[in-house]
T-cell receptor, first 117, second 113 residues
Framework: AQSVAQPEDQVNVAEGNPLTVKCTYS??????LFWYVQYPNRGLQFLLK??????LVKGSYGFEAEFNKSQTSFHLKKPSALVSDSALYFC???????????????FGTGTRLQVTL | SQTIHQWPATLVQPVGSPLSLECTVE??????LYWYRQAAGRGLQLLFY??????ISSEVPQNLSASRPQDRQFILSSKKLLLSDSGFYLC????????????FGPGTRLTVT
């Protein structure tokens, strides 16, 4: 079974400061990892993914995430937060050994990011 | 890149009425398709997925059903809505062997009164 934990319900950060949104995962094999962002009353937008290779993954809007296998984590980061980054962020995992043709993602419960001036 | 369309955007229906939500996908062929429900603006619950025309897998026993009459069309239905069916319904495409991530439509907000 695969699972994702986002331990923080909400993260508050001042504009211009670095931000981190935490995510830990559990899979039986090796993971594929994803981050999504959701603005109010909108669908989820794909930000970035880790499939293989470099542990530091860069994505859209200046976001990046670091895959840490020993800590089973995939934290989302941005060096300088913007007010417009305020949204709901979801981490998701898929087990690489799940090779079925409709491999399903397991999503975390989401972390609300609030960036203030 | 893929574009996922959903309609209607919002829907208010009385308890006991039928439901039909539609999802269509552009920019890809033979996609894996998914229906999710998001309650209270938080976690996503996978309801159904499909790997091809007429192939539907249900994740959660419930008052809903899904159909895939065409390659890039995915429909979520109910014969009689319950209050608990209220929520934000999202259609997604992708997640197969070559496209690791899923792409989401704009969603349908369903309120059952």
């Amino acid at each position: 079974a695969q699972s994702v934990a986002q331990p923080e319900d909400q993260v508050n950060v001042a504009e211009g400061n670095p931000l981190t949104v935490k995510c830990t995962y559990s899979v039986s094999g090796n993971p594929y990892l994803f981050w999504y962002v959701q603005y109010p009353n909108r669908g989820l937008q794909f930000l970035l993914k880790y499939i293989t290779g470099d542990n530091l993954v860069k994505g859209s809007y200046g976001f990046e995430a670091e895959f840490n296998k020993s800590q089973t984590s995939f934290h989302l980061k941005k060096p300088s937060a913007l007010v417009s980054d305020s949204a709901l962020y979801f981490c998701a995992v898929r087990d690489k050994s799940n090779t079925g043709t409709a491999s399903k993602l397991t999503f975390g419960t989401g972390t609300r990011l609030q960036v203030t001036l | 890149s893929q574009t996922i369309h959903q309609w209607p955007a919002t829907l208010v229906q009385p308890v006991g009425s039928p439901l039909s939500l539609e999802c269509t996908v552009e920019g890809t062929s033979n996609p894996n398709l998914y229906w999710y429900r998001q309650a209270a603006g938080r976690g996503l619950q996978l309801l159904f997925y499909s790997v091809g025309i007429g192939q539907i897998s249900s994740e959660v026993p419930q008052n809903l059903s899904a159909s895939r009459p065409q390659d890039r069309q995915f429909i979520l239905s109910s014969k009689k809505l319950l209050l608990s069916d209220s929520g934000f319904y999202l259609c997604a495409s992708g997640g197969g062997l070559l496209t690791y991530e899923q792409y989401f439509g704009p969603g349908t907000r369903l309120t059952v009164t």
